[in-house]
């Protein structure tokens, strides 16, 4: 498939006896806005950390852009396109948002440890930090340390990191959990606003954010992969149902 920008194909990944990801296909569309979704102990964290090089499988096969990464360590991946956020914040809390940027928008322009003095005079970092500051709402809060953050801007610095690094597919573990009622509109709309050209897979147990943005959802049950369609599709399926059955959180 001509489209299809990363591919997951039969992967398995056994932990001794217990099979914790089982002949598991998934196919991301370029451009793609996908959700995987699935009950608590699913296994879609091992089946993401199988993608990222996180984990390496027991058996099946990773494509990037049509080459095999299957063993390719976690920051070849990154090169390649191929950048995550994690479900539980993992940021430089003595940085702000400004210094945090420019040091990953350096690294990925080559210039190295050498981001600290590049800063000011490499215009091309201050530009691209400028618009990441912007794009994520964190401008008025860009020379505030991180540990300082309100809980949602740290959110809104972590889907910014991951963009400087000029994603080709970008994997968000829920990226609104733990995020107060409050400050939870401002992230809904930057990820809803990601730039078209990024594919996104969505890893969620929010249903209203999932139906917001997936164009198509893959349900994982205990490792294996129980369905996948539209949003209204997956809505309608009486197995999808029967397994949020009780948990109050499948709608359309």
């Not at 089982?22 to 950390?49: S, Y």
């Not at 003595?94 to 928008?105: K, N, Q």
């Not at 829920?174 to 809904?188: N, Q, S």
Request: with cysteine; charged share 20%; hydrophobic share 45%.
């Amino acid at each position: 498939m001509t489209d299809t920008v990363l591919s997951a194909q039969k992967l398995v990944k056994r932990f001794g006896g217990i099979t914790a990801t089982n002949d598991v296909t998934l196919n991301l569309a370029m451009g793609a806005r996908h959700a995987l979704i699935g009950p608590n102990g699913a296994g879609k964290t091992t089946l993401i950390n199988l993608l990222t090089g996180v984990l390496e499988p027991s058996g099946g096969r990773i494509e990037l852009l049509g080459e095999d990464i299957t063993r390719l360590a976690p920051h070849a991946r990154v090169r390649r396109g191929l950048v995550r956020t994690f479900q539980i914040s993992q940021l430089f809390q003595t940085m702000t948002p400004l210094e945090t940027l420019a040091m990953v928008v350096s690294q990925r322009q080559g210039l190295g440890a050498r981001w600290w003095e590049r800063l000011g005079a490499r215009a091309g970092v201050a530009e691209r930090c400028e618009q990441l500051l912007q794009q994520f709402h964190l401008a008025d809060v860009m020379h505030q340390r991180t540990e300082h953050l309100a809980y949602g801007k740290r959110r809104l610095l972590e889907i910014a990191i991951a963009l400087a690094c000029e994603p080709r597919v970008l994997l968000l573990d829920e990226p609104v959990a733990g995020v107060p009622p409050g400050e939870r509109e401002e992230l809904l709309q930057t990820v809803a606003a990601l730039p078209a050209d990024v594919s996104v897979l969505l890893i969620e147990h929010d249903m209203d954010l999932v139906f917001d943005f997936a164009k198509r959802i893959t349900v994982l049950v205990n490792g294996t992969l129980l369905t996948e369609g539209t949003p209204q599709q997956i809505a309608a399926d009486p197995q999808v149902k029967a397994v949020y059955l009780g948990e109050g959180e499948l709608h359309a």
